[in-house]
């Protein structure tokens, strides 16, 4: 799990409620990524971010939120407008240099259930 | 749909046996990682292979390469136990760093 924490461990939400999960790196990284994984599947890109006050789209952004205040730190909100939001959040980094795709490096992820 | 494919979707074999699993992909790479997940875990990176190779080694673990079939192959030796778990390819694509998954093969290995 490397230099990339993740809380909580599980986070319950009920319906209508907006929740934030926490992503702190201390890896000196530029990037940093989220990602849902569904049972049995691969993992599905929300939101990243390639430098600090920027941050993209991924593949299923909608429905979520994020922030990229500070380089160590990019907290995912699961809005009330994520109708299925069930499933395993990862957060990851990566180093990133000009031109060259680098290494992931992923947190112990987050289970959010809904109530 | 995935960039990468997985294939078997499950795999079960007896300890010290070799477990190979492949990935297929569907456009043209840089790269292409494989990573393990245990149940329940994040992602641990494995490794990665570059379009100009063919073949890499990392202790028991060896990766093949096949542009022209884009695909990939993770040949893992004299198994263990605790290699239980399931390993993911994961190719770059759009451009920057924005990985795509395949759906992962689940590897047991009974003792």
């Known amino acids: 799990d490397g230099g990339i924490t993740q809380s909580p461990k599980y986070l319950f939400r009920k319906e209508g409620q907006n929740v934030t999960l926490s992503c702190e790196q201390n890896?000196?990284?530029?990037?940093m990524y989220w990602y849902r994984q569904d049972p049995g599947q691969g993992l599905r890109l929300i939101y990243y971010?390639?430098?600090?006050?920027?941050?993209q789209k991924g593949d299923i952004a909608e429905g979520y939120s994020v922030s990229r205040e500070k380089k160590e730190s990019f907290p995912l909100t699961v809005t009330s407008a994520q109708k299925n939001p069930t499933a395993f959040y990862l957060c990851?980094?990566?180093?990133?240099?000009?031109?060259?795709?680098?290494?992931?490096?992923f947190g112990p992820g987050t289970r959010l259930l809904v109530l | 749909s995935q960039q990468g494919e997985e294939d078997p979707q499950a795999l079960s074999i007896q300890e010290g046996e070799n477990a190979t699993m492949n990935c297929s992909y569907k456009?043209?790479?840089?790269?292409l990682q494989w990573y393990r997940q245990n149940s329940g875990r994040g992602l641990v990176h494995l490794i990665l292979?570059?379009?100009?190779?063919r073949e890499k080694h990392s202790g028991r673990l060896r990766v093949t390469l096949d542009t022209s079939k884009k695909s990939s192959s993770l040949l893992i030796t004299a198994s263990r136990a605790a290699d239980t778990a399931s390993y993911f390819c994961?190719?770059?694509?759009?451009?920057?760093?924005?990985?795509?998954f395949g759906t992962g093969t689940q590897l047991k290995v009974e003792l």
């Open positions: 990851a980094s990566s180093a990133q240099t000009s031109g060259k795709q680098e290494t992931q490096y």
């Open positions: 971010s390639q430098i600090v006050n920027d941050f």
């Open positions: 890896l000196n990284h530029d990037a």
């Open positions: 994961a190719t770059f694509t759009g451009g920057g760093n924005k990985l795509t």
């Open positions: 292979i570059r379009s100009n190779e």
């Open positions: 456009t043209s790479i840089n790269n």
